[in-house]
């Protein structure tokens, strides 16, 4: 299964993964209309986390033995057996934050529109995540774990 790996040691702290991220995952793909003129805003599906001098982007690790899958009360998480990614249904989802209290990172978000979780998805429409190919420093590398 394809990741994304984290060179914690040349992260700037850019946030360019969360505004790509926000971008693809809004109605428009026009940045500038993502950001100022969408409302309700897109949220992105991960976060940069920041201590001084050091910052990490934070997602989604898609874990093999998932917390958040255990924690969900209706059944909204799964894994696909295909991708092996862990999925929202949001048929399914309440929003109840269960999952982001489960995680040990606590990256499930809540859309406040909609009333469910979010967490990434690895962009599988796309070759690689919209994180990684816009990462300017090549702090966030596709590749198999």
């Known amino acids: 299964m394809k990741q994304v790996i984290i060179k914690d040691k040349v992260c700037i702290g850019c946030h360019l993964c969360e505004v790509y991220c926000l971008q693809k995952h809004a109605g428009t793909q026009d940045l500038v209309k993502a950001y100022k003129k969408e409302s309700p805003r897109a949220i992105p599906r991960l976060r940069v ?13 898609h874990c093999v033995d998932a917390p958040c899958l ?9 894994r696909d057996p295909v991708t092996s990614l862990i999925e929202v249904d949001e048929e399914r ?12 990172l606590g ?3 809540l859309d406040n529109v909609k009333k469910v979780m979010v967490k990434c998805d690895l962009c ?3 070759e690689i995540p919209v994180c990684v190919a816009n990462c ?6 596709y590749a198999d774990i």
Not at 51 to 60: F, I, N, T
Not at 70 to 78: E, I, Q
């Open 49 to 61: 986390d920041e201590s001084g001098v050091v910052s990490l982007s934070v997602r989604c690790q």
């Open 107 to 109: 990256v499930p978000r």
């Open 136 to 141: 300017p420093n090549e702090a966030l590398v």
């Open 93 to 104: 989802c309440i929003g109840c934050g269960t999952c982001a209290l489960a995680c040990p």
């Open 124 to 126: 599988q429409d796309e």
């Open 70 to 78: 255990r924690a969900c009360l209706t059944g909204a998480l799964s």
